[in-house]
C-alpha cells in the first residue's frame, strides 16, 4: 500500500493561499484517481477535489474558482493549490486514493483573522 504524507497546511488570513503538497511513498502512476479530502472535528471527511491519472479534475462546488488540484505522476506527488481562503476552509486536509487507502496524518489548515 503506498503511504500518503501531506504537509503545507498553516495559519493564514482570510483572502489569503496556501499550497498543500501529497507525497506518496510509491508510484502513483498507475493510480487513476487521487483526491483530496477536508474534515472538521465532529463532522464527516469531505472529497474537496479530484484528479485523473490523465489530469481531468473535478470540485466541491464550495471551491470552484478557488482550489486546483495537480499531479506528478513522475515524482509521485499531489498538490491543492487553495486561494481565496475562508473561514469556512477550515479543516484537516488529507490527499488519498479514490477508492481509499490509508489515510495520512492530514495537514491543518487554519483560515482567520
Known amino acids: 500500500q503506498v503511504q500518503l504524507v501531506e504537509s503545507g497546511g498553516g495559519l493564514v488570513q482570510p483572502g489569503g493561499s496556501l499550497r498543500l503538497s501529497c507525497a506518496a511513498s510509491?508510484?502513483?502512476?498507475?493510480?487513476?484517481?487521487m483526491g483530496w479530502y477536508c474534515q472538521v472535528p465532529g463532522k464527516q471527511r469531505e472529497l474537496v477535489a479530484t484528479?485523473?491519472?490523465?489530469?481531468?479534475?473535478n470540485y466541491a462546488d464550495s471551491v470552484k474558482g478557488r482550489f486546483t488540484i495537480s499531479r506528478d505522476n513522475a515524482k509521485n506527488t499531489v498538490t491543492l493549490q487553495m486561494n481565496s481562503l475562508k473561514p469556512e476552509d477550515t479543516a484537516v486536509y488529507y490527499c488519498?486514493?479514490?477508492?481509499?487507502?490509508?489515510w495520512g496524518q492530514g495537514t491543518l489548515v487554519t483560515v482567520s483573522s
Open positions: 488519498n486514493k479514490i477508492p481509499e487507502g490509508p
Open positions: 510509491g508510484s502513483i502512476a498507475n493510480i487513476y484517481l
Open positions: 484528479i485523473t491519472s490523465g489530469g481531468r479534475t
